[in-house]
């Protein structure tokens, strides 16, 4: 069935990989317009080009580039429907390790990211009285051995921010939710959509298979989790049957937050 976003104009930040890329071709199939961003611009053209979509050059550490990627989708389409605050990577430092410029790397990706695109695009939606934002938290913000220390921290923050913009943007008819991805296989596991563009495309798929083997142990589900499966949860939140829904935390993570975790040990 198609047509779920028809009319409709999305934004996905971080959208020349994984889950991102796989988001906007699922959007693209169901009708919206949709413009993606990130900071390969390579990919990006070639990956619009094939889809049939708009590619702008964003680098979500910077607000400047964020508002320029909102306005740049306005100018294009009058309007967003969806923004997908997408866009991420581990974090740096270690509990005893962790430095400022760490502290502030991290941070300003992972949940700064966020916060600027809700601050650019919630006039947009105010606007034209409504809209959707959704951003992409993890089942880190809700257990431990998910990801690094501050990425943890980072993305339970982002979770709890989600739920404070949803209250306040609900009377304006904006809904905002986040996904929380559980073992979902992407390049980030092994140095993220820039480390997996200087490789060939058969180093990424032994890559890719391997891990797709260990994440299907992780959990009770026998089977990793895939970009599909994060971009069929997106395309509910951004539809017409996900309206009702505001404030929520939609876990895609085959059971796995379900699992015990053991304690680390010296």
Request: glycine share 12%; charged share 25%; proline share 3%.
């Amino acid at each position: 069935m198609g047509g779920r976003l028809e009319g409709k104009v999305a934004v996905i930040t971080g959208g020349t990989s994984g889950i991102g890329e796989v988001t906007a071709e699922v959007f693209a199939r169901e009708g919206a317009r949709v413009v993606i961003a990130g900071r390969g611009e390579e990919r990006g053209a070639e990956i619009a080009r094939r889809l049939g979509i708009a590619y702008r050059r964003c680098d979500v550490m910077s607000e400047d580039d964020i508002a320029a990627l909102i306005a740049y989708a306005v100018d294009e389409y009058g309007r967003i429907d969806c923004l997908f605050n997408n866009a991420g990577a581990s974090s740096r430092g270690t509990l005893e390790t962790v430095t400022p410029d760490d502290f502030d790397y991290s941070m300003r990706l992972l949940l700064g990211s966020v916060v600027f695109g809700i601050k650019h695009v919630a006039p947009v939606m105010k606007a034209q009285k409504g809209g959707c934002i959704l951003n992409n938290s993890s089942i880190a913000a809700l257990r431990m051995g998910q990801g690094g220390y501050l990425y943890n921290a980072a993305k339970a923050a982002m979770t709890h921010l989600s739920r404070t913009a949803g209250r306040e943007l609900g009377p304006h008819s904006i809904r905002v939710n986040t996904i929380s991805p559980g073992a979902v296989a992407t390049p980030i596991f092994w140095g993220g959509s820039e480390r997996a563009r200087g490789l060939d495309d058969a180093d990424n798929e032994r890559k890719m298979q391997k891990l797709q083997r260990n994440l299907a142990r992780a959990t009770p589900l026998p089977r990793a989790g895939l970009s599909q499966d994060i971009a069929e949860a997106a395309l509910y939140l951004a539809s017409d049957a996900g309206s009702f829904v505001n404030c929520h935390d939609l876990v895609v993570d085959g059971g796995r937050t379900s699992m015990w975790v053991d304690p680390p040990r010296e």
